[in-house]
């Protein structure tokens, strides 16, 4: 039986229809909202994006009283989308494709049954088989008897990697309301569907070019998941991100939103490692992409190594860490750079502190304190280089 699945409109603007559509798919548990949002906003200036939710899940609050195969969850998928592309004028049009945990088996599911309607497909923190009929059975009777908030507590630990609720609790606390008001029974029967789903034997069949997407701490679906993917089907490729579980579209929007773009765009090549780590991410979040464009567009032969480094450990062995979290990080940074007279790069970290959430008066006191610790005449310098932030910020008058 086919179940009902409501369309998500990511993409604003009257002139959407002339971008090509690319369809993403969510993990059980999550919205299309909660899991794409973020990742989304780095792809709508070049294509028409929709979500799709699963029954019972995020706008989706149809539930079938007959379970479903992944087939026919697929073909309820492919339905929507085809309404999506006739209000375009495009009926039975093609489409680019990604997914992640079950919207990644899905997509799966659509490259065998509709190859020449997929342009291309991206499947993240996905498997040809996830799990063991016996693991889904498990849970489709906890669920049954407890409800879905049962799963929230095991499900904040599966999906997201080291630190993030810490870093973004709200991005994470909105996933796991999702998972909570999820419809019982409409998560048990993605759970029965993904208990019989098993195409390990069908992915040679599979032309279109599909990009393979692991998080390095999945494990849920493992990196082998994914590399499996990659090499059996006729056309993939695999990438694998640090510090990332099982829900990459949200642990990482800037990098999974790059990656599309070089898979399905070929802006750059997916495998450009630097983009795709855990450091040049915490960069670009602490101190701003204009900054990082400006570092990476002056860096030369002679600088490379240099930032290479920095980005390396700095960004991505300290800032990542999870023992502090980034106001923390900031205060320590900030008086760290005041003891030292590194006046040049103050105004920088005095960004990233607003950036990273201290007020205009814990930095105050961050300076005060300094002031004692530091020196009288260095903190001086530090009031008049702040003061300066904080009026280009408009934090602060005169």
């Known amino acids: 039986m086919i179940p009902s699945i409501t369309v998500v409109r990511l993409t604003g603007g009257r002139d959407r229809a002339t971008l090509p559509l690319l369809v993403l798919g969510p993990s059980l548990g999550t919205s299309a909202t909660t899991l794409w949002a973020a990742c989304a906003a780095g792809l709508t200036d070049a294509f028409d994006v929709v979500g799709w939710d699963l029954p019972g899940h995020g706008h989706n609050r149809s539930v079938l009283e007959e379970p479903f195969t992944m087939a026919e969850l697929a073909a309820g998928v492919l339905h929507v989308v085809d309404d999506v592309l006739t209000e375009r004028g495009q009926p039975r049009g093609p489409f680019f494709y990604a997914g992640d945990s079950v919207g990644g088996a899905v997509g799966l599911q659509l490259l065998l049954d509709a190859p020449d309607r997929i342009v291309a497909a991206a499947l993240l923190c996905t498997g040809a088989q996830i799990g063991t009929p016996e693991s889904w059975a498990e849970r489709m009777t906890a669920v049954r008897a407890s409800g879905t908030p049962v799963m929230v507590s095991g499900s904040a630990e599966r999906w997201f990697g080291p630190g993030f609720l810490e870093r973004e609790p709200e991005r994470g606390g909105a996933l796991l309301r999702a998972l909570s008001d999820a419809i019982d029974e409409g998560y048990v029967q993605v759970c029965g569907a993904l208990a019989g789903f098993d195409v390990r034997a069908q992915l040679g069949r599979i032309t279109p070019p599909v990009l393979a997407v692991a998080g390095a701490d999945d494990v849920a679906t493992p990196p082998d998941r994914l590399r499996e993917i990659a090499s059996g089907v006729a056309d993939g490729s695999f990438v694998e991100l640090p510090g990332v579980a099982h829900l990459a579209p949200a642990e990482q929007p800037a990098e999974v939103a790059r990656l599309l773009r070089a898979h399905f765009l070929g802006e750059s090549s997916p495998e450009a490692a630097p983009e795709a780590s855990p450091g040049i991410r915490v960069r670009r979040e602490v101190l701003g992409d204009a900054h990082v464009d400006r570092a990476v567009a002056g860096t030369t032969d002679f600088t490379r190594d240099f930032q290479e480094l920095i980005t390396a450990y700095a960004w991505g062995e300290i800032w990542t860490r999870p023992g502090l ?26 960004r990233a502190a607003l950036r990273n959430g201290l007020s205009v008066d814990e930095l105050k006191e961050v300076l005060l304190q300094s002031a004692i610790y530091c020196g009288v005449p260095d903190a001086n310098t530090a009031f008049r280089i702040a003061s300066e932030v904080l009026r280009e910020e408009g934090l602060l008058g005169g």
Not at 326 to 349: D, P
């Open 325 to 350: 979290d980034r106001r923390s990080r900031s205060m320590i940074t900030l008086t760290a750079l005041i003891a030292r007279g590194h006046h040049e790069e103050l105004a920088m970290h005095v």
